[in-house]
Structures are given as C-alpha cells and as structure tokens.
C-alpha cells in the first residue's frame, strides 16, 4: 500500500525520545513516531525559547549523575521514500537529524508483517491503546508497527517501583506529548509509521427521520476527488440488521436506509477495494435529559471518636426534577432482546465462576445447603489449577486444610497457603502443621504453608490463585456461603498485580513479610 500513497505526503517528521549514556556519550532509541503528512498540515509548533535550535529538549529531571539523560527529538526526514527506508529497516538507518542512534535491542518484528497497515479512526480522544500514543488527528490513519520484540528497552526502564529514570521520561512525555509512556511501556523500544488518511480530513454523518435517510459530507484533500465504497453496518444491540455498500462519488451527498438505523459503523473503501477509514460506531442522538443539583445548605457536625472532637461541614444539595428535550423514550426496541439476555448473565457467570452471591440465609437447612454448595464450588476453582495454587485467607486454620487443600486432585500443583499470626493462635498453628506433615508423608504433592509476620496484619481479603487466575472471597474459608457474601474471578487485566505482590509475601528472601508456619509453632518466644 506505501506504493498506492505515497504521493500524497510531502513533509516528514519524526518524534524520538532518546536516551543518552553519560558517560559514552552514546544515544539511544527509545521510542519513536515518524509521521506522513499531506501538504495542508501545518508544520508542528516547536517553541524555540525551550527546545534547542536542533529540535530537542531534554527532560527537567535529567541529571549527568545518572546512567541516562533523556531527552526528545522532533525533526524533519528529508523525503517520504527515506522515511520508509528508515522504518523498514531501523537497525541499519540509525541516523537521525546528524546523530548516530544505537539500540538497546537488536530485534523487531514488523507488525502488521506486509504492507497493509492498520487502520483507525480519528484519535482525537483516545486515551487507551495504540492510538494513545500517536499525533492526535481529526481523520482516520493507517498505522505500521516496528515491535522491540526483545523486550530490552522496557526491562530497562520499566521498574516495578517508579525510578528517577521513570520519573524523567514520564515527565518529559507528559508534558510534550500528552501521554505518560513509562505507564504504557509495552511502546517502549518500539517505531511507528503513522500516516494521516491521505483522500480525506474528516467525515460527517446526520440522520433525517422522514424520510429514513443519511446525510453524508466527506471533507476532502485538496485536489483529491471522492471515489470510495462506502459500507454501512446498522447494528441493533447484538444483531446486525443492515450491511450495505454504496457507491460515493461526491463529496456530500444523502443515502437512503430501509429503516430507522441504531447504531452505525462506517468503512470507506478507496477504487482498489484497500479499507481506507473508519468512523464509528455512531448512535444518533433522540433525546436529550438534563439534570440539576442546586446547593441547599451546608450540614455542620461535631462527632466525638477515639482520636478526640472531629468538626465535618458537609454540602448538601437539592435535585430538581429532570429537563427532557426531545420524546422521552421509555422502551427501545433495538435493545429488547440484549436487555433479556442481560437479565441472564448472573446465570453465566456463576456457571464459569465468574461471579457468584450466596444470600445467606437464617434458616439452619438452608445454610448448610449453602455451606456444601459453596464448598463444592471452591474445591472446583481449586482443581483447575495445574501447576500452582494458592491459598491465602488470614484464617486459615486445619478445618480448611481438611475442607478444602486435601482436596485437591492433581498430584502435580504445588499447594502454598498463606495465614496471618495475628488471627492464628499457636495453638491453631500446631495443629495446622501436624496436619500438613501428616499429609506431606503420603506419596502426593507437598503442601507448604507460611504466616505473615506482625501483629497488625498486611493481609485482609481472601484470595485463591490457580495458576495465573485469582478469585476475590467476602469471607474467610471457614465460614464462606454461610453468611450473605461473594466469590468473583478477578479481571485479567489485573491478577498478576495481585500475583506479584502475594508471591512478594510468601517468597521474599530476608523473610520480612512472613515465616515457615512451623517456625511460627515450634517457637516458644
């Protein structure tokens, strides 16, 4: 495709960040965009009085005591064929505006790996994902990746605690790019080919009830006549009610749809077939509801705790009624079906263990039914562990090791549990350990199990891991499905922060978190 669009740039600039060593003197790459524009994109605003004459500013923070200093670089590359030359092949144009850049890795992969970019829609308030960290842009783009596959780049400066090396690039790329790209480091060591949709700045879309019709206004380059496929996907909660294509040859123009659409997704395909845009989903504004707080009085309390007299004012506030412009609409047909299936997802999600309530109950019969239930459904999360499981309750005492851990089935998982000296007696300790070695000399797996030290424990919730899945309990083991409470499956996105720092408890090496549970019973002190 850099064939087919190539001449429709005329400037290339490219923004690096940089780090330099203190003392070689050697710079090195740390991330970089380099950016296509089309003749009508204004140059980038460079105030001089705080960047250098060459383009560059270095981070406040930065100091010649460091290993690095670290600083940004925008400049312009001299025509559209280097700038893909030096993106094709990073490792051998290593030369950017005068000086020699190394790299830390020695390896990318180029993603997507043909020619074909990725696409996407305007940027303009996007503060997630890829698009977060490009130049921020009214039209679609496409997009090619080099990836540091290595990874170097981010063990290097990726910490788990923030470094003064994290502080200096975080404030260097806050401050000038709008984006904090420590937080985002899976971009770092990684070069980016980003050009800015070259047929057209900007796509508008309106809805004209009667008739049933889209207004459509392509805001085009210059120079650049509409010759595009235009794709139209009406979806209706979940279900797709109308995929079309129409042939757009003017600029601004009206399609008419067989029914009232929902909720819109537009791809705009150039006379080659090549997806050139995105824009959407889109969801027309009917009505409009506007609601209103007004400041009433301000509550001023005096309360008496264990620390003294605390004085509170609190703002209190009226709400008003609410202000509809447009019909109110109180059933919406496209969602009715969505909506049912909705009403249904507590089924789902207790059947994956996902998320499961137990309600309690006052009734004997019923809390032992729920008691059995939700013992069966924990020893389950714990059989689908196959390497590792985790126990951590700060309760943990030998009726769980009965209830739950001797139940396990795979002979192969390694069993840890994790309890807190504050909630165990050294009696409750002892017991639990004569039970553990009493397990341990049977021919299966070994159970281990530590106490966090302290009177004042670290640990308050209660968690099962099972591999690299965690589940949260509202209740210790001993007595969890017998009061109202809640077992949920934590989101991906976040179990190895919980990962971490419980394997920090249970492994550190100066034992300042916690202790063998047989070190805790065999000590008379």
């Known amino acids: 495709m850099y064939k087919q669009i190539i001449n429709s740039y005329s400037k290339v600039k490219r923004t690096a960040l940089l780090a330099q060593d203190n003392i070689t003197k050697n710079w090195y790459h740390l991330f970089s965009v380099i950016e296509l524009l089309p003749k009508e994109i204004p140059e980038y605003n460079i105030p001089t009085e705080i960047w250098c004459e060459n383009k560059i500013v270095r981070a406040n923070s930065s100091s010649g005591k460091d290993n690095y200093s670290f600083y940004l670089m925008v400049h312009d ?6 700038a893909i030359s030096n993106f094709e092949n ?16 020695k390896a990318f992969v180029k993603e997507p790996t043909g020619d074909v970019p990725y696409v996407i829609s305007s940027n303009i308030h996007s503060s997630e994902g890829l698009m977060s960290v490009l130049p921020k842009r009214n039209s679609s783009a496409f997009i ?11 063990a290097l400066f990726q910490k788990e605690l923030p470094s003064k090396e994290q502080n200096a690039i975080s404030q260097l790329t ?9 937080s985002k480091a899976e971009h770092l060591g990684n070069i980016y080919l980003y050009a800015t949709n070259p047929y057209y700045r900007d796509v508008e879309i309106s809805l004209s009830t009667s008739p049933t019709d889209i207004f459509y206004h392509f805001k085009m380059r210059k120079e650049i006549e509409p010759n595009f496929t235009l794709r139209i996907i009406d979806t209706h909660g979940d279900i797709v009610a109308l995929d079309k294509i129409f042939k757009i040859q003017d600029s601004l123009g009206l399609i008419q749809l067989p029914h009232e659409p929902n909720q819109i997704e537009l791809r705009i395909y150039n006379e080659n077939g090549d997806l050139i845009g995105l824009d959407g989903p889109n969801t027309f504004i009917r009505t409009i509801q506007v609601g209103m707080s007004i400041k009433s009085a301000d509550f001023h309390v005096s309360v008496q705790t264990d620390k003294g007299s605390k004085e509170f004012t609190v703002e209190k506030f009226s709400k008003e009624n609410p202000m509809t412009i447009g019909d109110k609409i109180d059933f919406n047909p496209a969602y009715y079906f969505k909506d049912a299936e909705n009403q249904r997802k507590h089924i789902s999600h207790e059947k994956n263990k996902d998320f499961i309530f137990f309600p309690g109950s006052k009734s004997e019969m019923e809390k032992t039914d729920l008691k059995t239930k939700s013992k069966e459904i924990i020893r389950d999360i714990i059989n689908q562990a196959h390497d590792t499981c985790f126990l951590i309750d700060p309760y943990f005492n030998v009726n769980d090791l009965i209830d739950y851990a001797f139940y396990i089935k795979n002979t192969g998982v390694n069993l840890r549990i994790l309890n ?5 007696a050294k009696e409750q300790a002892i017991h639990l350990q004569k039970a553990i070695e009493e397990y341990n000399s049977k021919p299966f797996q070994k159970i281990e199990c530590k106490t966090l030290r302290g009177e004042k424990s670290i640990l308050h919730d209660r968690f099962i891991i099972a591999d690299k899945n965690v589940w949260y309990l509202g209740a210790s083991f001993n007595e969890f499905g017998s009061r109202a409470t809640c077992l949920g499956k934590v989101p991906e996105s976040s179990n190895q922060q919980i990962i971490k720092e419980i394997e920090k408890w249970y492994f550190n090496d100066g034992n300042d978190y916690s202790q063998l549970l047989k070190e805790y019973a065999e000590d008379n002190g």
């Not at 590359?77 to 280097?82: E, G, M, Q, T």
């Not at 990073?90 to 850049?101: A, C, I, R, S, T």
């Not at 806050?174 to 420590?182: M, S, T």
């Open 77 to 82: 590359i001299d025509s559209v064929d280097n």
């Open 420 to 424: 807190c000296k504050e909630f165990i």
């Open 174 to 182: 806050n401050d000038w790019l709008g984006f904090d790209i420590a």
């Open 90 to 105: 990073p490792l051998q144009n290593n030369v950017f505006d005068g000086k020699e850049n190394l790299f830390f890795n």
């Open 144 to 154: 090619w990746t080099q990836i540091d596959s290595e990874r170097k780049v981010q």
